[in-house]
Each structure stands twice: as C-alpha cells, then as structure tokens.
C-alpha cells in the first residue's frame, strides 16, 4: 500500500502543514478558522481528508483515511503548539549534556543561527524555521529526498 498521497496531502502548497503555518502567522486565527480552511481547502479536492468520525472522538475536527484505518484528529491547541519552538539555549545545553541519549537526539538540531550569515547580504529567509510544523517539514523534505535516492527494494513495510 503506497501513502504518496498521504504525504502529498501533508505537504503540498495549500496541504494541512502549510495551512497550519499559515493560520499560525495570524494572531486572530483560531480553531474553528484553522478546521474551516482545512475543510475549505481539502475536504472533497484530497481523497485522504475526510470528515471525522464521532465515535472515537466527538470533538475531532478531521480525519485521515490512512492504509490502516480512518484516523480522526482533534486540532484543539495546534495553532498555539506550532508556535512553540525549542530554545537554543535548551538545545545547547541538551547537546552538552552528560546523558548520551539525550545528547545523541539532539546532536543534529540545527537551532536558529546567532548571527545572519554574510553571503545571505542580511535578508532572512520568509519562515525560517521559527514554528514546529516549518522544522517538521524541512524534516520530511529530508527523508523524502533520502528514500527517493534509495532502491525501493531495500524499504520493506509489513501492511496488516
């Protein structure tokens, strides 16, 4: 079972994470905003985007028809949960720390950056990393382009 289209419904242009950045940008935004233009924008246009299901949870505000089932998701506090970046001063010292787990998770973290880099001329890039969904989106960019690069038949995944 492919979830190309799962994956494409996260990430395209107008796709739930970049809705969700999006909606974090305005400090009007709310829940039901953030649910309407999901809705506005997926529902009946994405296969994969679905109405939630009461039974699971009667306060969901979406679902997601994956392989295995209709999972239905509960948007209560994302907006204000995106806008929760990881402190630099938290990560430095995560990256030192004694605890080699600890230090392992966060040895790639890239933090924000000081200073501007000079060959940048001082313009900052639009997003920059600043929201959860922006760093977990460069992070699936990543692996997408790591998969893309491998053979198909060295990723297995067992379908129930």
Not at 24 to 53: R, Y
Not at 62 to 77: E, Q, R, W
Not at 78 to 89: G, R, S, V
């Amino acid at each position: 079972m492919d979830l190309q289209k799962c994956i494409e419904m996260m990430e395209k242009p107008m796709g739930v994470l970049a809705i969700l950045e999006e909606e974090s940008l305005f400090p009007k935004a709310t829940d039901q905003s953030f649910a309407a233009k999901l809705h506005s924008n997926l529902l009946g246009k994405c296969g994969n985007f679905a109405k939630p299901d009461p039974k699971p949870d009667p306060n969901a505000h979406f679902a997601i028809l994956h392989y295995a089932a209709k999972v239905s998701y509960n948007i209560t506090g994302w907006l204000e949960k995106n806008k929760d970046p990881l402190n630099d001063t938290i990560v430095e010292m995560m990256k030192n720390g004694t605890n080699a787990l600890v230090v392992a998770c966060f040895l790639d973290h890239p933090g924000q950056p000081m200073e501007t880099p000079k060959d940048q001329g001082g313009s900052k890039k639009k997003g920059g990393g600043k929201t959860v969904s922006s760093f977990y989106k460069s992070q699936l960019d990543e692996l997408m382009k790591t998969l893309m690069a491998t053979e198909p038949h060295f990723i297995r995944c067992v379908v129930p």
